[in-house]
């Protein structure tokens, strides 16, 4: 059975689409990890459900990685949230490979239920080193999506143009309107 991911926002790299398995629609706040049906739609939505399996341990472990990635997001640098992110890290090893392909790594568990939190944990690294600046909020008041600004001069503003780029649009010309 496939199940569509019903999120508005997929794509953005696994940290921060973790923190987009919640949304608000129409200002009621969704939430696609409220159980392991949802899990599994994300592991699928992100390349890892054939090597972790959706159960209550795994979402319990994922949603703790989304809490201390979230609190990292909205307060970047703040010790209590590194702290809860390092945490996270502490569940998974890099070792390093070599095959007939040539040199690699892998990561290793001791439990393989904090594989997708440890996954996405170490994902966010990959941002901080490449551009913390440029993980955002999406500027819209109503929203709670987060994403990657990789465009050239890094001044994407919305989750969405056609979302809440044009909602926004769409208040100022009220707001315009009105007043005269
Ligand atoms: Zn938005």
Redesign the pocket.
Known sequence: MTVVDPRPLTGEPVSLDLLNTRWNDEGVRQDLLTDVEGLAVWLAANGLAERFGADATTLRHTLAARDALAALADHPGDPAATARVDAVLGHGRIRATLTAEGPGEEAEFADQAWGPGWTAARDYLDLLRTAPDRIRA?A?EA?I?HFFDTSRNGTRR???MA??GNRAKASRHYARTKES
């Open positions: 999406c819209h929203c999506l919305w989750c969405s979302v809440c």
